[in-house]
């Protein structure tokens, strides 16, 4: 099974699709994946077969080692466009997630004051109050809605316990235009079953949804690299381009990752 497993607390800086330059911060172990999703497409596998052994970074750990890569950069380069938390699975799972925030603004503030803070979240904890603050605080808030089916998420997310999507809909819309959403379109089997959300079943729903979030932005984009079900295929940068016209024509700004 292709995986790949970061480095943590910091790695890269990696040239990301979507960002630029990215400097990561990995707030997860980094022998194994910790998710409260296990998506079918994660280039991190599937939680069952990367369980970690070592503890999560500290934070103070995440700050000594942030701070350490960012004079190196100043000295040697690249200068990053992004501070982006991502990694071996769900950053805002980290009990001391909102106090890292604060600090890598701090950092990036006296370091890169240009740079953005980033964060990808799937969107399962922005229920907790200091979560929400936390990522209104960041400058690119981007969170996962893959759909607007139940079952579809059910089959190809695949989250861990109680999963309420008209509750994190209400929550995106609690952000009141602070977030960017981003939308995984694939195709292909899992387990025999058809995983195409490119078509209007699953995209005109997702596109109201999206409508009424009212987010600064839309990233769509397909798979990049090895996923752990070999049966899942990119979606056509025809398709793409399709979902990415609807969004536009409905005055909301978006792009496409190919």
């Not at 990301?16 to 296990?38: M, Q």
């Not at 000295?75 to 604060?102: K, R």
Request: glycine residues 6%; proline residues 7%; hydrophobic residues 35%.
């Amino acid at each position: 099974m292709p995986t790949v497993i970061f480095p943590s607390p910091i790695f890269g800086p990696v040239h990301s699709r979507r960002l630029g330059v990215s400097l990561g911060i990995n707030l997860l172990p980094s022998d194994g994946k910790v998710c409260s999703f296990d998506c079918i497409y994660c280039e991190c596998g599937v939680n069952a077969e990367r369980r970690p052994n070592q503890p999560l970074p500290t934070r103070e750990e995440v700050r000594t080692e942030l701070e350490k890569k960012l004079k190196d950069m100043q000295v040697n380069g690249p200068s990053p466009d992004v501070l982006t938390f991502a990694g071996n699975g769900e950053p805002t799972a980290h009990p001391h997630f909102p106090e890292i925030i604060d600090d890598t603004i701090e950092l990036r503030n006296r370091y890169f004051p240009k740079a953005k803070v980033s964060v990808l979240s799937n969107s399962t904890f922005i229920n907790r109050p200091k979560v929400f603050e936390a990522l209104m605080k960041v400058d690119n808030n981007i969170l996962k809605l893959d759909t607007v089916s139940v079952d579809y998420i059910k089959m190809v997310d695949r989250p861990n316990g109680n999963y309420d999507l008209d509750a994190i809909i209400d929550r995106l819309k609690a952000f009141k235009g602070h977030v960017i959403i981003q939308t995984m379109f694939m195709k292909g089997t899992c387990y025999g079953e058809d995983v195409n959300n490119t078509g209007d079943e699953y995209v005109l729903p997702w596109l109201e949804v999206v409508k009424s979030i009212a987010p600064s932005q839309v990233m769509i984009y397909t798979i990049d690299r090895a996923t752990p079900d070999k049966y899942l295929v990119k979606a056509t940068r025809l398709e793409l381009n399709r979902i990415l016209d609807l969004l536009k024509s409905n005055g909301i700004s978006a792009t496409a990752s190919y």
